[in-house]
């Protein structure tokens, strides 16, 4: 599992570097480099004003796991103004985090649309349900 999330990290760091411009085509960059860049790239694409860049920026903090930090971020897109975002968050952290991810997904229950409410109850299941099998 640490593996699959330091690939995820790693690919995600090299393409957000790339694009960029931190790594050039002709020498390599440091794994500090492209980490670094990589956090950049998804912390702007949470507040980016384009709907798409913020699922896609939920979406690839969720391949990371349940890393605190990668947590952290896609629990504070919660509160984004757009329910297809706040849909987004309850299935990425479903997919990779942990039951320290219940409580701020209970708070979706509520929302005013049902997909989210939907996203977010079958999130809490699978989450608790990966929990009891531990």
């Not at 995600?12 to 960059?29: K, M, N, Y």
């Amino acid at each position: 599992m640490k593996l699959h999330a330091s690939l995820a990290i790693l690919a995600l760091a090299a393409q957000a570097a790339f694009c960029q411009g931190l790594v050039s085509t002709t020498s390599p960059a440091s794994p500090a480099t492209l980490e670094s860049g990589c956090w950049g790239a998804l912390k702007e694409g949470l507040v980016d004003n384009d709907l798409e860049h913020r699922k896609q920026a939920i979406r690839a903090l969720g391949t990371i796991g349940a890393r605190a930090d990668a947590v952290h971020l896609v629990e504070w897109a919660l509160g984004d103004g757009n329910w297809v975002v706040r849909e987004a968050v309850p299935k990425a952290v479903g997919e990779r985090g942990n039951k320290n991810s219940i409580p701020p997904l209970e708070a979706l229950l509520c929302d005013d649309h049902r997909a989210v409410r939907y996203m977010a109850a079958a999130s809490i299941i699978r989450l608790s349900d990966r929990n009891e099998a531990n």
